[in-house]
Nanobody, 126 residues
């Protein structure tokens, strides 16, 4: 099992930046595909960005391409989401998720992830 703890959320003006972190417990972090999801008020939890085991392969939802960067540091058991040029529509609770896998691909469906963090709130003011 792995436990995930997000941090880095907060209030930022439109056009600003935030960096989210997701710290994972355990010694097998490099065996987990990872992703960020977000859930706005009254909305479903949606995929934002995902990263494969090695960190080389990444995938983004269209609305954040060119603005967000997902990365991972397997030596530190941590995943990151650098969010730039933030917009009010990025306002949501952001969750990290983990899926233990031997596949070095990116998983984009929330149903495929077994482990979730508690979430961190991001609010972008206009």
């Amino acid at each position: 099992q792995v436990q995930l703890v997000e941090s880095g959320g907060g209030l930022v003006q439109a056009g600003g930046s935030l960096r989210l972190s997701c710290a994972a417990s355990g010694r097998t972090f490099n065996q987990y595909r990872m992703a960020w999801f977000r859930q706005g008020p009254g909305k479903e939890r949606d995929f934002v960005a995902g990263i494969a085991l090695s960190g080389v392969r990444t995938y983004y939802t269209d609305s954040v391409k060119g603005r967000f960067i997902i990365s991972r540091d397997n030596a530190k058991n941590t995943m990151y989401l650098q969010m730039n040029s933030l917009k009010p529509e990025d306002t949501a609770d952001y969750y990290c998720a983990a899926d233990r896998s031997y596949s070095n691909s990116v998983l984009t469906t929330k149903e495929g992830y077994d482990y979730w963090g508690q979430g961190t709130q991001v609010t972008v003011s206009s």
